[in-house]
């Protein structure tokens, strides 16, 4: 029984395969191992291969963990040149499960030494551990190795794909990242499928010709977190082992002291708590299932922070979801009531935006979401670019805004802590727009 358990905020899937006999096989598990865990215990299972299809630049892994919590053995491609211990893969080499089996396919593209997982029953395959190289309609990015390398692993992607074509038609596909992971662009629900549908609907495997493949799988590929770029890397070493994470107690004092020696400040409340008032410089990044993604995006990972947070947030989560991405510089909890001064960013309404607010009107979704459809007028900047470009954005009244408002206020958050006084964020987004004035959304760049 192969069982996939999702991050919705990193778009990603690992896997836990009951091997029957009460081992498990878990595949590309994350650092945070607290779905993975449950379902362990509630199958009453133990956890004895942890394979890992790639160096993960999206999150760390979580089967070093494994290994030294519950006796794991780790398999990993040979060519991730990894610095612990762990079963080093090459092509064709294969794994005894205990009656299954798993037998490694070089399948570079996404990374040069990235491996798929095929999962046999004797010489009969059940499926196949994808990673980042086939998934559910597309293809993960190759260019996360730098500039130079991006053409030539995207051709090496398009053979991957044949290669994994070519298996039988009724062969499950378990692809690491799905929709939602900056490691792959097509929206959809759809996490696992089958070489038959991948063949019939995967508009690369449709792909007249390797030219047409690479074209295609370049053409799709957008803006990622600045963090991609550090975390194959403290894949290869080996994350550290982590207990359990505790929120540490910080007075008031003791965090202004610490903000005056450059720590940041992360308010993690929600968004019309944010609005309403907010320690000034304090940067906006609601607690939600994308808390990582935007935490990786918007602080650089060495600088120390400080979390304020609502009495009813969870802070296991708040602390999980940063060390997923290796952001262990939390110095602590704001405790208590801030004692200085406070300040306020406005929420608007769609319906009170009229022609002489279109100047000021700034859209920070991703590029594919803005010229799917935007308010008139509106200028672009991407969120994760405004910490470098805030100066950009002229000293007017602006109304800032997102898909629902929660990157809106962060990004208002970033102008605001750049000097910008009069900025608002609308309540909602474009579609809301649209619909409380009957106005038509503008396409295109």
């Known amino acids: 029984m192969v069982i996939p358990i999702v991050d919705e905020g990193l778009g990603n899937s690992s896997y836990l395969v009951d091997l029957g006999d009460g081992r498990a096989l878990a595949v590309d598990a994350c650092r945070d191992l607290r779905a993975l865990r449950a379902e362990v215990e509630r199958r009453g299972l133990r956890v004895a291969f942890a394979a890992d299809t790639h160096l993960h630049a999206d999150f760390l892994s979580g089967a070093l963990q494994l290994a030294a919590t ?169 994350p550290g082992i982590v207990g359990d994470p505790r929120l540490t107690p910080l007075s008031t004092a003791h965090v202004r002291a610490l903000l005056e020696g450059g720590a940041a400040l992360v308010d993690v409340r929600p968004a019309r708590d944010f609005a309403a008032a907010h320690i000034p410089g304090a940067i906006s990044i609601p607690l939600r299932e994308q808390f990582a993604t935007w935490l990786g995006w918007l602080l650089d990972a060495g600088r120390p922070y400080v979390i304020v947070r609502n009495p009813d947030q969870d802070a296991e989560e708040i602390l999980w979801q940063a060390l997923k991405i290796g952001y262990e510089a939390c110095a602590g909890e704001l405790a208590g009531s801030w004692d200085g001064p406070a300040t306020a960013i406005p929420l608007i309404s769609a319906d009170r935006i009229g022609p002489t607010d279109r100047a000021g009107l700034l859209d920070v979704r991703q590029d594919s979401e803005y010229t799917a459809g935007h308010i008139p007028g509106a200028a672009h900047i991407e969120l994760g670019d405004l910490p470098t470009s805030a100066g950009q954005v002229p000293h007017e009244p602006t109304v800032v805004m997102c898909g629902h408002g929660e990157r809106a206020m962060s990004a208002a958050s970033l102008l605001q802590r750049a000097g910008h006084r009069q900025v608002r964020v609308l309540d909602g987004g474009p579609a809301d727009w649209a619909k409380a004035t009957g106005r038509v959304l503008e396409e295109g760049a």
């Not at 395959?125 to 260019?143: E, K, W, Y």
Request: contains cysteine; aromatic residues 6%.
């Open 70 to 238: 519950d006796g794991a053995r780790v398999l990993a491609s040979a060519a991730g040149g990894r610095a612990f211990d762990h079963v080093g893969l090459r092509d064709g080499d294969e794994v005894d499960l205990g009656g299954l089996s798993l037998r490694a396919l070089a399948t570079p593209g996404h990374t040069g030494e990235h491996l798929a997982f095929l999962l046999l029953d004797g010489s009969h395959p059940l499926g196949v551990f994808t990673g980042g190289s086939l998934i559910v309609g597309s293809a993960a990015r190759t260019d996360l190795a730098g500039a130079e390398r991006t053409e030539p692993l995207a051709r090496a992607q398009y053979r991957s794909l044949r290669r994994l074509a070519a298996l039988p038609e009724e062969t499950a596909v378990w692809p690491t990242h799905g929709a939602g992971s900056f490691c792959s662009a097509p929206p959809g629900a759809e996490r696992i499928s089958t070489i038959r549908a991948e063949k019939a609907a995967n508009p690369l495997l449709q792909a007249a010709d390797e030219e047409t493949f690479v074209r295609r799988l370049l053409a799709g590929l957008g803006s990622f977190p600045p963090y991609f770029l550090h975390l194959a890397e403290a894949n290869r070493r080996g």
